[in-house]
């Protein structure tokens, strides 16, 4: 799936940006240090998406909001009551 939000080009930017440190040693500890921090940030990530669909749901049926986002009824259910892709495993 190619995304061409702003979102997702904001962090290509930075994607960029880092490959773009030209000493190796300093562009590899810089990518590490992002690398770490990606669990956090997909939690975060989580969260800011179901408080979204929290919000949408405080005025649109389950099944508006999954037309909306372009996603299942099911799948709305799931992201509003916090289960995510990696906790059904």
Known sequence: MTETSPAVNAIRS???DLA???DPVDRARAVGTVLDAVPALQ???RA???AAVVELRATQSLAEVANTLGISVPRVSQI???VSRTSRK
């Open 14 to 16: 930075v994607i960029a």
């Open 20 to 22: 773009a440190i030209p």
């Open 43 to 45: 939690a975060e990530l």
């Open 48 to 50: 800011a998406r179901q």
């Open 80 to 82: 509003a009551s916090g």
